[in-house]
Nanobody, 123 residues
């Protein structure tokens, strides 16, 4: 069992940056693949980025490649999402999630979820 808490969201101008943080309690992050997902009003939740529990491989959806960076710190039981060059279409609630078992980027496969943090990008 793990509890996840996101922070760092806010209101920024297009082209700006934010760094999201996810803090965990319970089992360590090393036991899980960690991902960031987002959900905009009227849209389904979608994959943004993930980092594998072994090897540290990272994955991104095409629309954020080169702009977003996911990283983890096992000693702090934390995962981060650095978001640069933000666009209006990045506006959404961002969720931290954890998954056991094989890696994938499927929303419904993730076992644990935070409450989300709002990111609003104005244009």
């Amino acid at each position: 069992q793990v509890q996840l808490t996101e922070s760092g969201g806010g209101l920024v101008q297009a082209g700006g940056s934010l760094r999201l943080s996810c803090a965990a309690s319970g089992r360590t992050f090393s036991s899980y693949h960690m991902g960031w997902f987002r959900q905009a009003p009227g849209k389904e939740r979608e994959f943004v980025a993930a980092i594998r529990r072994s090897g540290g491989n990272t994955y991104y959806r095409d629309s954020v490649k080169g702009r977003f960076t996911i990283s983890g710190d096992n000693a702090k039981n934390s995962v981060y999402l650095q978001m640069n060059s933000l666009k209006a279409e990045d506006t959404a609630v961002y969720y931290c999630a954890a998954k056991s078992g094989p890696y994938n980027d499927i929303v419904m496969s993730y076992n644990y979820w935070g409450q989300g943090t709002q990111v609003t990008v104005s244009s």
